[in-house]
């Protein structure tokens, strides 16, 4: 199918963290007190979030997302792979898109490549591998990956995991982080000459400069929406244009959460509940894990110095996290009947040239009634009046057996 | 006790970088010591910093950069991580040192022990604990001539360089090869440190505890390290 891809992205979240969550506990990441958790409430919302994620499917989305967290209370997949071999199992036509594993967590991340190449095989070529470097809270703090070396290990993984999946032979890998002398996956990935690669990022300038160069696909994982979003975006098409590649929109994927109901009026009462119980209950996290040495560049250091939009919502989150009204305001979170949400995801994916849509249509501690319907008016309503946005141009990152 | 004529040290600073010296080893220089500073990758919060790929790329860094003193053999003084860099050299390169003087050194970890984890404190905070009377001005003011934007990146900088070397809970493996330590040694420790608790001193063996210092206690209780360390080194 031509047009812009959109697809549904799954966070998987604890949905029963207390109302005084916020005042009792520290934070929903890394020291979140285990003692919150019911086995009974994960078990049946891992069976619901997989049934919506195949009802997805049948509504039309083009692809499926899920990804990797450790040690947090809003996003219960330490293994990604595990559900997506789930849902790889499930449906037939949607891309099963990973974003995905952090490859500087595994060593050898050589495990990376074959656990993907077994998802692509699943899905019969329908996979997208993604690899994040992975935020801090994962990675440092709940992993204990030493921040000063977890990019460059991050860089060299992924050559090694495009290796295993490419190289005929079996090689030697002999890298700064990684040495193995004999690598030889089996199975070798279906999509040839591998699945498509891309890379979740929340606005560094390594992960752009990475993109652009080597024509992986920038995710923009951001939870704060399009306005906070655009300064990410902005800052990976320059990098494009730097590295003399065409701005292809299908270059670029961003997430956007979104409620759909008849009226705008009635998405206003109905989302609001989700969405405060994301946005101050499972973001409240302690400042303490957010910045370990050497995780951010030194560029990205001063970036992040000198941008106001980002200190702006930083700065709101730590404080108690945003109002509604301040959600809707500053796009964190697209709400209204089908007519006003296209426009808005029109104007979105427009503004910031994005040729992958991924929204997220459950969100905080919705039921699964409300995300159902959000999802069935998305389908109907919504998704097919996007369709003609970029059908002018290839997406040369789609797997090859998605629809 | 005075220092002989020409007498000199190598100092080994701590988590939060080499700001100057500290009133203690001012105590020593006053005495006559020179103290000749290693220039260790990124503790100069200088632009460019690369992270060393592992454990033996920081100690390669350490011994070409106390080989680029040209001093030696002779005592060292290490702090905090600088403590832990410093035990090693003993044990890798006895030959340069004389005398070890070790301040609350990381390397060694002690689960009965754990302190907190210096680097789970927001930001704007990590100097904090490090000390039990306050924060020096001195450390708050390093970089302050570099401006508004460039100050926090150097900051930023040193911490990845100390961090790197602590991470994820500043053991490396000390405890099996202390024994290796040939040269007088001299263990100090505060009895408020809350990074590397004063239950984890036992493991490094014979020790004194400096009461009402914290991790860094050359800062917190300078006129009693200083008097320790020319005891020893006086000997």
């Known amino acids: 199918m031509v047009g812009v891809k959109v697809l549904w992205f799954h966070l998987m979240p604890y949905p029963q963290l207390p109302e005084d969550f916020r005042e009792r506990y520290r934070s929903v990441w890394v020291d979140l007190d285990a003692g919150l958790l019911d086995p009974e409430v994960v078990a ?60 500087a967590l595994y060593d050898p991340p050589t495990r990376v490549a074959e656990e993907m190449s077994m998802l692509d095989l699943l899905s019969r070529g329908r996979l997208v591998s993604g690899f994040p470097v992975g935020t801090a809270m994962d990675t440092a703090y709940a992993y204990g990956a030493n921040p000063g070396t977890l990019r460059a ?73 399009h306005l906070v979003g655009k300064e990410a975006m902005d800052g990976f098409w320059e990098a494009v244009e730097r590295a003399g590649k065409d701005p ?78 301040e959600m809707l305001e500053r796009g964190y ?44 008016l998305f389908g109907t309503k919504v998704l097919p009046g996007l369709k003609d946005i970029w059908s002018e141009h290839t997406d040369h990152w789609w797997p090859t057996n998605a629809r | 006790m005075p220092a002989e004529p020409g007498q ?8 939060a970088g080499d700001p100057g010296s500290s009133p203690a080893l001012a105590a020593l220089e006053a005495d006559g010591w020179t103290v000749a500073r290693p220039q260790l990758p990124g503790f100069d919060g200088e632009s460019g910093f690369r992270c060393p790929d592992d454990y033996l790329g920081w100690l390669t860094a350490l011994w070409d950069a106390v080989d680029a003193t040209g001093v030696g053999p002779c005592p060292v003084v290490g702090a905090s991580v600088g403590g832990m860099l410093a035990a090693d050299l003993a044990v890798f390169r006895p030959e340069a040192v004389s005398r070890l003087v070790l301040l609350a050194p990381f390397g060694i970890f002690d ?30 003011t390093r970089f302050a001539h570099k401006g508004d934007t460039e100050a926090p990146v150097s900051r930023y900088l040193t911490d990845i360089a100390a961090a790197s070397l602590i991470w994820p809970v500043g053991d490396r493996g000390l405890a099996h090869r ?46 009693a390290v200083a008097a320790a360390m020319r005891s020893f080194l006086g000997r």
């Not at chain 1, 991050?154 to 002398?181: C, H, M, S």
Request: charged residues 20%.
């Open chain 1, 333 to 376: 979170v697209i709400i209204g009947s089908p007519d006003t949400v296209r426009e808005k995801l029109e104007d979105v994916a427009r503004t910031l040239n994005v040729g992958h849509l991924m929204t997220l249509l459950h969100f905080g501690n919705m039921s699964d009634e409300l995300a159902r319907q959000n999802t069935e």
């Open chain 1, 153 to 225: 290990k991050y860089y060299e993984g992924i050559d090694l995991v495009l290796q295993a999946w490419t190289r005929p032979e079996p090689f030697a890998f002999n890298g700064r982080f990684t040495k193995q002398r004999w690598v030889n996956i089996w199975p070798r990935p279906m999509q040839q000459p591998h699945p498509p690669v891309w890379i979740p990022g929340g606005g560094s300038v390594e992960t752009w400069d990475l993109c652009a160069e080597r024509d992986f696909v920038y995710a923009a994982l951001s939870y704060y929406g």
């Open chain 2, 8 to 15: 000199t040290l190598i100092y080994l600073p701590g988590l």
């Open chain 2, 111 to 140: 689960a009965d022990h754990p302190g907190i984890d210096p680097y789970a404190v927001p930001t704007a905070k990590r100097l904090e604990p490090l000390f039990e009377r306050g924060v020096p001005e001195v450390f708050r």
């Open chain 1, 44 to 103: 049946s919302s891992y069976e619901t979030y997989l049934d919506q994620l195949v009802f997805a499917e049948a509504c039309g989305f083009d692809g499926l997302c899920v990804n990797e967290h450790h040690s947090n209370g809003y996003g219960l997949m330490p293994s990604p792979n595990l559900m997506a071999s789930i849902v790889a199992n499930r449906t037939s036509r949607a891309a099963v898109v990973v974003l995905g594993n952090s490859v």
């Open chain 1, 248 to 325: 292809n929109p299908y270059r670029a994927g961003f997430l956007q959460f979104v409620g759909v109901a008849d009226t705008d009026a009635e998405a206003y009462r109905l989302y609001k509940e989700p969405a405060e119980y994301f946005f101050q209950r499972s973001l409240h996290f302690y400042p303490g894990f957010v910045d370990p040495p050497g995780y951010s560049s030194e560029a990205s250091v001063r970036r992040k110095l000198q941008s106001s939009v980002r200190a702006a919502a930083m700065t709101t989150q730590a404080s108690g996290g945003p109002t509604w009204d």
């Open chain 2, 178 to 223: 202390i024994h290796r330590i040939t040269c007088p040694r001299l263990v100090l420790w505060g009895a408020a440190d809350q990074i590397v608790p004063v239950g984890t001193a036992a493991a490094w063996g014979e020790h004194q505890v400096i009461e009402g210092a914290g991790h860094l206690l050359e800062w917190d209780q300078p006129e």
